[in-house]
């Protein structure tokens, strides 16, 4: 049975957004002509790549269901469980289930700590126990090593094998657009003279085939992040947070857009008291620290879930609100940076001769400004949007770690960070989950920034097209 | 010029009200009293009467804005609105959940923070602007891009990574100094080495990309083409020259934050065991105290806004050619 839950509505709704905005820009030549520098950019291409397999996970752990159980309740009605599950879970079915009794080191077959175990004829003993799963279908330990290079060389082929078949997939089926032989086409990407970057697409493609395949293959036998304390995978935790940051990172910027777009276009185009007004809230929000303000909303928002347990159902859902609750908090506390920013091109645009002549034609002001003003400072919220997006992840992290962020049973980077902070101190020292979060983290902001920069000089209107000088091209 | 300081402070006062209102909206209007003291004494099974005796301790049985049973000024006077918000003007906050008086608690941890926060910010404005001249320096060179890379890459990673990797390889693996904990006197330095170095290279990726678009921006223009064509040497021009102009979008943001070191950094102080502002806040938080939160909301407003208003100043100061209106 299909459960949306609230943040799931707000991400498929996103989804729709932007492909009907892509679709919107497909057929407007001079919307397209700032993305298209975009696709120019190498590094933006690569980290658009890697974003999309974020993406992918993302909106995969988006599809909540809940599952079926056996038999039938008195009605005949099938019966389903009380549990929500989403669809990567159902994908990454033995990662879920396949847990441990505690820490495992990242493809050990044997537990981290000595356990306890009855000898059978008496007596106890303290020795390093095999583990339920990882490694469980070796007879013999010793040949661990070379499990582990056969499955992972396995791996590495066919993950080479399907990359090449998709790069000459996509080489032909450039060559015949552009109406030239495969080979030549070939030559092109190679030498990246293509107009979008496909060189670099493709490369980023082979890189993360050749780590994702392995570890596929891996994962099927080992824990190839190890476990964490309560024995859960630490490769599935570490793919549960990607949807956590995905959402907190975009459903922000969606509370955020239209505070921001109408307060921030209102104060520079009526300007007079209204700006005044608008200009004096902003300040305001603006004067308390970011940290503290989100400390305050989201400790009253705790009290306010603890007072009405009714309203949530299940543990999932409670989870999923105060989510969605942070993601509004963090949206209403941010807005004043990109609203300030709008005001300020409003107020330029309104002087120019195009806005003068609308109003000497008698338009009504709310047509002036959909028509003519709120296209022109698209780029500006387009910047916007994807330069936040990074800093929200890592504020994430921080938020959770100060006990503000998502729900403790929400499986994010910053509650992994925070679960294993102590985990340092141990002796032998248990690294892996840090090392993991950290990791998925650093690839997915770095991503976003590369991403980010990549637009941000596309849109730029002071980029020249084609030739840069170099002064104002370095200044960025 | 004197006018011009008296019309921004009196600028200031309406932001603090407004601060004020949003901080007693927030505290006591979106959630009441009551539900405090039963979110303090344990959702579950808690009577009327801790209840009532949980808010008659620290004054949360008043009305909160009108008191209809006082006389004369005390209607207004007796209200949580002024003894709770209006108080925090003259910086009186009343005592924390567990009794002790916040005023004192944050002369005394004001120290600690600023000890941690003042080497941290100097040292951090001195690496930042040497680093960023050098790659504004060899601009449009390989040092310049990997630069711009390695700055790139040093924003993506997480503050808390900086920390607890800095805490293991220098405090665990090598042993140079202790993992956490503060000493006054000439001993916090070794207490305080870490968290200091830390800040700084945990600051560096977005500082240098920063001051370098600032320097880049400057350099770009046309009095430093003028000052090349009649001669001057690289360093002169770019000393001389770029460093002053740049210097002085670099003032603003500096000067802008020098009363929130005050506040101390929430992260770096609760890691190191930092008695100071930032992990008194921190610990409010975490116990739930709301009396410490809206305390240190306010006093770090009023910061933020002192800040904004010596930036300002400073800008006028600095740049001959703002005038004051």
């Known amino acids: 049975m299909p459960v949306a839950l609230p943040t799931d509505w707000a991400v498929w709704l996103l989804v729709v957004v932007a492909t009907g905005y892509f679709a919107y820009v497909r057929r407007h030549e001079h919307l397209a002509a700032p993305w298209r520098r975009v696709t120019r950019s190498g590094a933006g291409m690569a980290a658009l790549v890697v974003l999309a397999a974020f993406v992918t996970v993302g909106l995969l752990d988006s599809l909540h269901f809940r599952p079926r159980l056996d038999g039938r309740d008195q009605a005949g009605r099938p019966v389903y469980g009380t549990e929500v599950r989403s669809v990567l879970d159902a994908l990454v079915l033995p990662l879920r289930t396949r847990n441990e009794r505690t820490y495992s ?216 609100f105060r989510l969605l609750l942070l993601c509004v908090i963090l949206g209403l506390t941010s807005w004043t940076g990109l609203a300030r920013l709008l005001r300020g091109e409003t107020l330029k645009l309104g002087e120019l001769e195009y806005i003068q002549a609308a109003h000497a034609f008698g338009v009504r002001h709310g047509r002036v400004i959909t028509r003519h003003i709120l296209p022109n400072v698209m780029h500006i919220v387009l910047i916007a949007l994807v330069m936040d997006f990074s800093g929200l992840v890592l504020a994430e992290a921080v938020l959770s770690y100060v006990g503000v962020g998502v729900d403790p049973s929400t499986t994010s980077f910053g509650t992994m960070i925070n679960a294993a902070r102590l985990e340092m101190a141990r002796e032998p020292m248990v690294w892996w989950t840090l090392a993991a979060a950290f990791v998925f983290m650093f690839v997915l902001v770095l991503a976003a920034n590369l991403f980010a920069d990549a637009v941000r000089d596309g849109f730029d209107p002071r980029v020249a097209v084609g030739a840069r000088p170099v002064a104002a091209g370095a200044a960025r | ?145 990997w630069g711009v890379v390695l700055c790139v890459a040093m924003m993506s990673i997480s503050a808390l990574f900086y920390i607890i990797g800095g805490q293991y390889l220098v405090s665990k693996l090598w042993s140079l100094v202790p993992i956490s904990g503060f000493q006054p006197g000439p001993d916090a330095l070794k207490f305080l080495a870490l968290p200091v ?64 070191l005050f506040l101390g950094s929430l992260l770096a102080e609760s890691f190191f065991g930092i008695p100071g502002l930032g992990s008194y806040t921190i610990d409010a938080i975490q116990a739930q105290d709301f009396a410490v939160v809206r305390a240190m909301v306010f006093l770090g407003s009023a910061l933020t806004i002192l800040g904004y208003l010596l930036a300002d100043l400073s800008y006028t100061l600095v740049d001959p050619r703002v005038r004051f209106q």
């Open chain 1, 105 to 320: 080191a990242p493809l050990a077959t044997r537990s981290f700590s000595r356990e306890t175990i009855e000898l059978p004829g008496g007596g106890v003993a303290r020795e390093f126990q095999r583990l339920r799963y990882g490694g469980a279908h070796l007879e013999d330990e010793t040949a661990r090593a070379a499990d582990i290079a056969v499955t992972a060389l396995q791996g590495v082929a066919v993950a080479f094998l399907g990359w090449w078949l998709a790069a000459i997939l996509a080489a032909a089926a450039l060559a015949r657009r552009h109406g030239i032989a495969v080979g030549a086409m070939w030559s092109e990407i190679q030498r990246g003279r293509t107009e979008v970057q496909w060189r670099a697409i493709l490369l980023t493609a082979l890189a993360l085939a050749l780590v994702a395949v392995p570890v596929a293959a891996l994962a099927a036998k080992y824990h190839v992040l190890g476990t964490d304390k309560v024995g859960q995978d630490v490769l599935y935790l570490s793919l549960k947070s990607i949807r956590t940051a995905l959402v907190i990172g975009t459903l922000t910027t969606l509370v955020l857009l239209p505070i921001a777009i109408l307060l921030g276009i209102m104060a520079g185009y009526f300007k007079g008291w209204i700006d005044d007004v608008i200009q004096y809230v902003y300040t305001t929000i603006n004067s308390i620290p970011g940290v503290l303000l989100i400390a305050a909303a989201v400790l009253i928002m705790q009290v306010y879930i603890d007072q009405n347990p009714g309203l949530f159902p299940t543990a999932a859902q409670r989870a999923d």
């Open chain 2, 1 to 145: 010029m004197l006018a011009y300081i008296v019309r921004r402070i009196l600028y200031a006062i309406p932001i603090l009200v407004g601060v004020n209102l949003v901080t007693f909206a927030l505290f006591f209007v979106v959630n009441t009293p009551d539900d405090m003291a039963r979110m303090q004494l344990g959702a579950k099974r808690v009577t009327p009467d801790a209840i009532e005796k949980w808010k008659a301790e620290r004054g949360y049985d008043r009305p909160l804005l009108w008191n209809g049973d006082a006389e004369g000024a005390a209607r207004l006077t007796k209200t949580i609105f002024f003894e709770k918000s209006a108080r925090l003007f003259a910086f009186d906050f009343g005592n924390a959940d567990d009794g002790r008086s916040i005023g004192h608690e944050i002369r005394t941890r004001m120290w600690p923070s600023l000890a941690l926060a003042l080497p941290a910010f100097l040292a951090g404005i001195a690496v930042y602007v040497a680093a960023a001249l050098t790659v504004a320096f060899f601009r449009a060179t390989y040092l310049d891009f």
């Open chain 2, 197 to 260: 170095a830390i800040a700084v290279v945990g600051g560096f990726g977005e500082g240098v990309r920063l001051y370098r678009t600032f320097f880049l921006e400057e350099m770009g223009k046309d009095y430093v083409r003028t000052a090349r064509a009649k001669g001057l040497a690289e360093h002169a021009v770019l000393f001389g020259h770029v460093l002053k102009n740049g210097a002085i979008p670099i003032l603003t943001g500096v000067v802008a934050a020098i009363p929130k």
